[in-house]
């Protein structure tokens, strides 16, 4: 299974957009970087996924490398409520799909 | 409101009981997921289904059973022969296997 590597923590000031980096170099060719985040003793929120191209949605937008070996999700305009555990994981082929959250990375958004 | 509902939030249990988590989506989902998520930790798989009456075993499936006889429910029970019960259970569905994942909120066991 594809690892991935984030740092543990990040500050992000209220308002700025906030730039949150995942490594994957191992990921193979037909496999999915996907994003959750999650609130303190709540379920993960999906947030956004890809696999060559650039996404965008209402939420965020992901950057993905063109050897597809790292990526970034980006929040235009971080508030509060951003403060969570963000999790980059690429989704395997087997096991129905299943999901490998690791230690994510823990964005404090600061007034 | 279309969603994934658990139920209840939180639930305490003596040592040497069976207990059944529920999950229920409205979403019209095929696809559905049990995980299991301990402090500090990442999710684990235990069990997922894809159809009615057909499910498989995750990661770590020993000390738990499932059932899928409806579209919309995959309750999950934790046998007494689960050695660390004591965690947070996440359920999730997806259109298919190749789609994204939604989370219900979770239902937090407290073993004793």
């Known amino acids: 299974d594809a690892k991935t590597t984030q740092p543990p923590s990040m500050d992000c000031a209220e308002g700025r957009a906030a730039n949150l980096p995942c490594n994957h170099s191992t990921i193979s060719g037909n496999e999915y970087v996907y994003w959750y985040r999650q609130i303190h003793s709540q379920g993960p929120q999906y947030i956004i996924h890809?696999?060559?191209n650039n996404e965008t949605n209402e939420m965020a937008s992901l950057i993905i490398t063109e050897d597809r070996k790292s990526s970034t999700l980006i929040l235009p305009h971080a508030t509060l409520r951003d403060t969570a555990v963000y999790y980059c994981?690429?989704?395997?082929?087997?096991?129905?799909?299943?999901?490998?959250f690791g230690q994510g990375t823990e964005l404090s958004v600061k007034p | 409101d279309g969603g994934i509902t658990q139920s209840p939030k939180y639930l305490f249990r003596k040592e040497g009981q069976n207990v059944t988590l529920s999950c229920e989506q409205n979403l019209n989902h095929d696809a559905m997921y049990w995980y299991r998520q301990d402090p500090g930790q990442g999710l684990r798989l235990i069990y997922y289904s894809q159809i009615v009456n057909d499910f498989q075993k995750g990661d770590i499936a020993e000390g738990y059973s499932v059932s899928r006889e409806k579209k919309e429910s995959f309750p999950l029970t934790v046998t007494s022969a689960q050695k660390n019960p004591t965690a947070f259970y996440l359920c999730?569905?997806?259109?298919?296997?190749?789609?994204?994942?939604?989370f219900g909120p979770g239902t937090r066991l407290t073993v004793t």
């Open positions: 994981i690429v989704r395997v082929d087997n096991q129905g799909g299943k999901l490998i």
């Open positions: 890809g696999l060559k």
């Open positions: 999730a569905s997806s259109r298919g296997y190749s789609y994204e994942q939604y």
